[in-house]
Structures are given as C-alpha cells and as structure tokens.
C-alpha cells in the first residue's frame, strides 16, 4: 500500500539483556505467583516466589535469541536464562500485537547455533502500514483466532471426554456388564469376602483372586547391579527393553535401544515373544506384550498366564486398574510400586469363553475411540495450521 513505510526490526524493536531477570532458584511451584518464562513452545517453565528482578514494564515481545522463537508478554516476569532478547515496542511506529504477529510470518533459517537479533534478525525490514490499518489487521485476526481457540477447545474437550469413556469402559467390562454370565472353570480358592468387600460387585458365576494364582509374574532383572554399568552391554546381542519402549509400545514392543551382552544376560532372563510386561516404576500399570524375545530391567514386570487365562485379560485389567496401582505408590519423586502389590492385585475372574468376550467388547468399543481419537488429533493439526494461514494471509492482505 502507499501508505506503507519499511523500517529494519531493529527500528521497531529495541532490545534488553534479560540478565537483570534472571531467577536465582529454579524451586518452582504453583503456589507461587511470578512466572518464570521462556520464549520456546512451553513458555511458562513455573512459578517462584522471588520478589526481586522481576519484569515489569509491559508489554513487550521475548525472543528466543538461538531458534527466533517469540512470545507476547502482557505480565509481570521472571526468565530462566539469558538465552534470549526482551523486546520493547517502539509505540511511536507499531502497535504491540501487530509486530508480534507480523514476526510469526517471518521466514527465518536457524539452522546454525548461534545468537540472531543483533548482527541478522534484527536487520530484516518489513512493511509498517498506518496506525489506524494495524489496528484494523489485529481484530481481523483476533477475531479469527478466537473463533478458531473455540473449535480447538471443542476438540480438546472431545479428547477428555473419550479418555473418561476409555475408563469407562474398563470399568464396565471388568464388573460383567458386556457379556453372557457362565460358570467359572478354574479350580482355585477365591479371594476372601473380606479381601474383596471393597471391590466393585460381579456376577455370582465371576470369582474374585489374586493375580499370582492366574500366573507367574516376576523381575526382568534377577541380580542387582547397576543399571547402566558398562559390563552390562558388552558385546550385546539381546534386546533390553527399558521403560518407556513399554509405554510407547500400542500392543507389541518391538524397538529398543540397548543390547545385552553376555554378562548382561547373566544378571538377568531372556524373556520369550509373547510375554506380557507390565511397568512398576516411573509408568506405573503401562502394558505391552514382547514382540521379540528380550531382556528388561526390574522396573518391569513379566507375566505368564496359566490356562485358560488370557493375557489379553489380564493386560486390559491391568489398563483398569492404572489409578489405583498408583495410589499404592509412595510420595517420592520416583513413582513405583513393589512386586507384591501386583501379586496381590485381586482379579475378576470369569471362564474363558467369556474372557473372549469381554476382550472383544473391548477392543471393539476402543477401536472407535481411536478412529475417533486419530479425527480429532488431525482436526488439531490443522487448527494449528489454520493459524500460519491466518497470519500469512493477512500479512498479504486478502483479508
């Protein structure tokens, strides 16, 4: 436009070395009131109680000075570290928002680690229309965000909703509410009334018992030493599964990092395909079954059912029983439960026809949460994409 002007960022923006906000302690809580801030994606690292140095002539822009991330600040701060610029507005020239926004569109090549405002960024020069025009630009886009913010909370709503009818489900599924009743067809003695006179109430043909009396479970790893001693891994030719490759499995674990070698091996047990494993530390009552015969540390349980017992069964109980399996954790910072409490962990037990069924049910009704789940993750996708395309098409000026 005509009326346009082209200024440097530089013009725009003047820069303050954040040093002087620099928290001391990074003991965060949420009882505390001052943010503590970082341009990158998680913005707010925490919140601490120091009154000294804190950020407050408002607003202004921070800057990521390595990757040329932004943030828009309207409140009072603290920063973690002087890894970044805080940008003052030059209010003479633009108003706040529209800079901030006009530098989302900013095609930038970070590539390299280093620091960008003073010698490259901030030399990049840009159109600035009138006062009156910026204005105009920011509640177009505002109002466009705010209609897209209420569609993303729709679906971030729909995402919570399946998470519950997830559990739902469980908790249906395990208290005989999918399934024709038939009598039990394992011989064994039942957990007592009093074991059980808390638990959820089962059809009369169901039996209440132990997890150990359905199965054998034991420690991935048999001798304690520790875990990343070098030894270990010499010469390694076994897969050793940690923790997290069993959250991240969705059925069966098949990737890993790390190989056992012959010693390593020695220290612990050659877990076969098949096997179920359950996490008891970090990830407590994470389920996945071994796709390749592997080793795993003593975080992980093993288990191997007995007959006429379905692993399956076991795994989507397992799934069902995630928040009481945590309850029994200690308050440390490292969450874990022991083996006994897994042992004792009381099942309802049913005959195995009904078993089949009670999977079925299951791994039918979840089918549609993910299906459902997979629609709503891609509307999100493209929520976030819809808002690249918001900027950038206002920026040139089809809005």
């Not at 875990?227 to 969705?250: C, H, I, M, W």
């Not at 874990?336 to 962990?345: A, G, S, V």
């Not at 929520?383 to 206002?394: D, F, G, N, V």
Request: aromatic share 12%; hydrophobic share 35%; glycine share 4%.
């Amino acid at each position: 436009m005509e009326n346009n002007k082209v200024y440097p960022l530089e013009n725009l923006l003047k820069y303050e070395q954040p040093t002087a906000y620099i928290v001391s302690s990074t003991d965060y809580s949420d009882a505390y009131r001052t943010p503590v801030l970082t341009a990158g994606k998680s913005f707010i690292l925490g919140y601490t109680n120091e009154s000294e140095g804190v950020f407050d002539k408002l607003p202004v822009i921070i800057f990521d000075d390595f990757t040329t991330a932004t943030q828009y600040v309207n409140f009072k701060f603290k920063v973690k570290s002087s890894a970044m610029k805080i940008l003052h507005i030059n209010s003479e020239l633009v108003t706040p928002k529209y800079i901030f926004y006009r530098m989302q569109t900013i095609q930038f090549d970070h590539s390299t680690h280093k620091r960008y405002w003073i010698q490259q960024y901030s030399k990049i020069k840009i159109s600035v229309p009138p006062m009156h025009e910026q204005e105009r630009i920011v509640a177009r886009i505002e109002k466009l965000f705010s209609e897209l913010d209420k569609a993303v909370e729709t679906l971030k709503t729909t995402k919570q909703q399946l998470a519950v009818y997830r559990q739902a489900v469980l908790k249906e599924a395990f208290e005989g509410s999918f399934t024709v009743h038939r009598s039990c067809d394992l011989e064994l003695e039942w957990s007592s009334a009093e074991e059980t006179k808390n638990l959820p109430t089962i059809p009369k043909e169901w039996r209440y018992i132990e997890l150990s009396k359905l199965g054998d479970l034991g420690r991935g790893k048999s001798k304690h030493r520790p875990r990343n001693d070098p030894k270990l891994f010499e010469d390694g030719k076994y897969p050793f599964l940690q923790t997290s490759e069993v959250k991240a499995a969705k059925q069966y674990i098949t990737e890993f990092s790390k190989l056992y070698g012959e010693f390593g091996l020695q220290q612990s047990k050659l877990w076969p395909k098949g096997t179920l494993c359950i996490t008891i530390a970090a990830n407590i009552a994470e389920t996945a079954f071994l796709g390749i015969d592997a080793c795993f540390p003593d975080s992980v349980v093993g288990f191997t059912p007995y007959e006429n017992i379905s692993p399956e069964y076991i795994k989507h109980f397992i799934e069902s029983q995630k928040l009481r399996l945590w309850a029994f954790a200690p308050a440390t910072a490292q969450k874990n439960i022991n083996l006994d409490t897994l042992e004792n962990l009381i099942v309802p037990y049913c005959s195995a026809e009904e078993q089949k069924d009670v999977i079925t049910e299951i791994e039918t009704r979840m089918s549609i949460c993910d299906s459902i789940e997979k629609t709503v993750d891609t509307a999100l996708q493209q929520a976030e994409a819809m808002r690249h395309s918001i900027l950038k098409q206002t920026f040139e000026e089809r809005l």
